[in-house]
């Protein structure tokens, strides 16, 4: 287990059940905690092992033993299976560098069958495309082509008829955290509970609260309308599919536009970024973008900036706009941000950043460093989409943008009260940076 943190609703553990009880053997689920992970510190390290205890408490109440490990994945993981004798090895998928390298290790390091269950999107990454699509417009045909045949029902898991009846939580998770994460300043979330049983109640409050006015109130920061489901999809305490299937189950009450809305960003763009990342190895760098980003991008480097700010500036939020530094404060304090600002914030680090390849480090670092969602596909393919025009389009030329779509303070207010957004933010601005 390893993007996917959760009991139910998860295609690899049912995959790996469906195996064990037709071999009559027992069946483990391991997750192997690695000290460090892309910046994760000790916001996104907590948020994670207090998850994982949840998981632990699922699996034993199925006769299902639960393995923590620490260290390298790619090495214990293999040692692991060795150890016991595995004869098979499911894992969930991931399209991140830093993932698939663990998963080869293990595959190349164990004496048994190896088989990767794409878990997390509806339709199998590997299966909906075989190269890099170009945008939402040609990936999005295909997906609804097969989502037929991937959008069902998931089965449910009873208790194992080959399992470990009575098996108590027995994984140290405090000592698990200690010493992992380089960033033990970043202080943890406390307004966010993790775990499949708190993904389950975010949807649910979701659906009745703020579904219904989705399509017209979700680009307004100041209206609460967005799902807050973000963290656990990444942590992979809610499934996609499960939020999908009842979105639709809603549409009657909710409304067609607000469904569809919800459906287009978590079915269409976040498997966009799946494809993305999995079909271009340089995902989170300058040779990512489209070949007309990187060429009017570079066109532009030498131009004039009015402001320029260093990677530790914008981390504390001190530069000139209270408005940047109002969303900056919010992903620092808070580690979410939302998904309108955040274009309106990773746009300005490129404007204020001495050149477009230190833009986008500076974005992806403060982005892996604060947010729960970071270090994540969307999370990389929204700042290339922000910085660079990936899954866009060449629009007007101006001044350090070149071609890539402008944002500005002026854009936002049309938008949006934002002295209200800036106002509601002041305490969280004047907290002392970590």
Known sequence: MSRDQRVHDNWALLQAYALSVEWRV????????????????????AFLVNGLREVEAGCAGLGIRFELLLGDPGKEVAAYCRKVGARAVVTDFDPLRLKMGWKSRVAEGVDADFYETDAHNVVPCRVVSDKREFGARTIRPRIWRLAAEYLEPFPELGEHPFGEPGLRPEADFG?????VGANAGVAEVTDVEPGEAAGRAALRDFIEKRLPGYARGRNDPNAGMVSGLSPYFHFGHLAPQRAILEMMAARGEAGGENVDAFVEECLVRRELSDNFCLRCPEYDGFGGLPDWGRRTLSAHAGDGREYVYGREEFAAGRTHSALWNAAQAELRECGRL????????AKKILEWSAGPGEALVTAIWLNDRYALDGRDPNGYVGVLWSVGGLHDRPWRERPVYGQVRYMNERGCRRKFDVDAYIAARKPLMSRPVR
């Open 175 to 179: 000592k698990a955290l200690l010493g």
């Open 338 to 345: 939302h998904g309108y600002m955040r274009m309106y914030w």
């Open 26 to 45: 027992p069946l483990r689920v391991v997750f192997c905690l690695a000290d460090a992970f892309l910046g994760a510190g000790r916001r996104q390290y």
